[in-house]
C-alpha cells in the first residue's frame, strides 16, 4: 500500500469541488480530472485520518467495473491517460488515483439498488415491510436476499447532510416519468450484472448506489464511481447467513467501530469532528477494503 494521502491540490489544474474523497479539477471546459484521495467518510463525516492506498484501490475498483458493465451504459471515461493533463512533477500524487473523465450534467439522485435487506432498508422494513415505498413480502430476516432487486434512490445532500431516501415516484417528480424509469431500469441491470460477476469470486454485493449524469446529447452516462466498498456493501459469500450481518469488505467496520466508540463519556454524536482512528482500526478497514479487490481481480 502507498502513503496515505489526506488532502493535496494540484497548481496545474483549478480545483472545481473537494468532495469527502475525490476532489474535481477542470481540463479545458470539457472534461474533469478527478482525484481520489485517501480520505474516508462515515456518517456523512470525513475522518482526520486517510487510509492508505484507499484512493488507488478505489480508482482500480471503479476501473474495473466500468470496464464489466460498458456494453449495458456508457461512462465517462475519456480513455486518455490522467497524468496528460498535468506537469510532471505532480505525477506522483496522481498516480493509479485519477481518472480522466467527460464533463456531464449531473442527475440529483443517487441510484441506489438493494438485492438484500440490510443497514437502514433492514430497520425500515421491520417498521412497515417496505423500502422507500417499495413493499416486500413478509417473513424476511436481516440480511435476507431479496425475491427480487429492488431500486430504493436517494436525494443527493450538499456536503455533510445525509442523502434522503426517497421514493420512485419522487425521483419522476425531480427527472420526469421517462428518465426515471431508464435510470431505475439501468441501474438494476447494472447492479445485477455486477452481483452476478462478484459471486464467482466469491463476494455477496449486496446494494450499491450509482450515479448517472447526462451529454451534451441527453444520452444517460454512469459517471463517478461504480461498485467500490464506498458505495456497496460487499460480503464474502463463504461467511454469509440470514439471518446476521455478515463481515463486510467495506466501511462497516469502521462505522460499527464509531457505533461503539465513546467521546467524553458518551457515543459519538455522527458529527464533525469524528473521533480520532486508531492505528489498528486504519489497518483493520485498509486490509478489508484490500481483500474486496484482491478477490475481485483474482
Known amino acids: 500500500m502507498s502513503s496515505a494521502l489526506h488532502t493535496f491540490t494540484l497548481e496545474s489544474l483549478l480545483l472545481l469541488a473537494r468532495g469527502k474523497v475525490r476532489d474535481n479539477y477542470a481540463v479545458g471546459t470539457d472534461q474533469i480530472l ?71 450534467k449531473p442527475i440529483p439522485v443517487e441510484a441506489v439498488v438493494r438485492g438484500y435487506l440490510a443497514g437502514s432498508g433492514w430497520s425500515e422494513y421491520q417498521n412497515n415491510q417496505s423500502v422507500c415505498g417499495v413493499a416486500l413480502p413478509s417473513g424476511l430476516s436481516n440480511a435476507s436476499r431479496l425475491p427480487h432487486s429492488i431500486f430504493t434512490p436517494a436525494a443527493k445532500a450538499a456536503m455533510g447532510e445525509h442523502d434522503e431516501n426517497i421514493t420512485f415516484a419522487q425521483v419522476e417528480q425531480i427527472v420526469g416519468e421517462k428518465l426515471a424509469a431508464q435510470i431505475r431500469d439501468l441501474s438494476i441491470r447494472l447492479y445485477e450484472r455486477a452481483r452476478d460477476i462478484a459471486l464467482t469470486k466469491g463476494i455477496i454485493i449486496a446494494d450499491t448506489k450509482f450515479e448517472f449524469g447526462l451529454d451534451d446529447n441527453n444520452q444517460l452516462v454512469l459517471m463517478d464511481e461504480a461498485l467500490t466498498p464506498d458505495s456497496s456493501r460487499y460480503w464474502p459469500a463463504d ?60
Not at 87 to 96: G, P
Open 239 to 298: 461467511l454469509y447467513q440470514e439471518g446476521a450481518n455478515p463481515p463486510s469488505f467495506d466501511k462497516q467496520y469502521l462505522r460499527d467501530w464509531l457505533e461503539s466508540v465513546q467521546v467524553n463519556g458518551k457515543p459519538w454524536n455522527k458529527s464533525a469532528p469524528a473521533p480520532t482512528l486508531p492505528p489498528e482500526v486504519i489497518a483493520q478497514t485498509s486490509a478489508k477494503y484490500l481483500e474486496a479487490w484482491n478477490r475481485l481481480r483474482a
Open 34 to 104: 478527478m482525484v481520489a484521495s485517501d480520505r474516508i467518510s462515515a456518517f456523512d463525516v470525513i475522518m482526520r485520518e486517510p487510509i492508505p492506498g484507499k484512493g488507488a484501490l478505489l480508482t482500480q475498483m471503479a476501473m474495473f467495473w466500468f470496464d464489466q458493465l460498458s456494453d449495458i451504459c456508457p461512462n465517462h471515461l475519456t480513455g486518455q491517460l490522467p497524468e496528460s493533463v498535468v506537469r510532471a512533477d505532480e505525477h506522483q500524487w496522481i498516480k493509479q488515483r485519477a481518472m480522466l473523465v467527460k464533463r456531464l
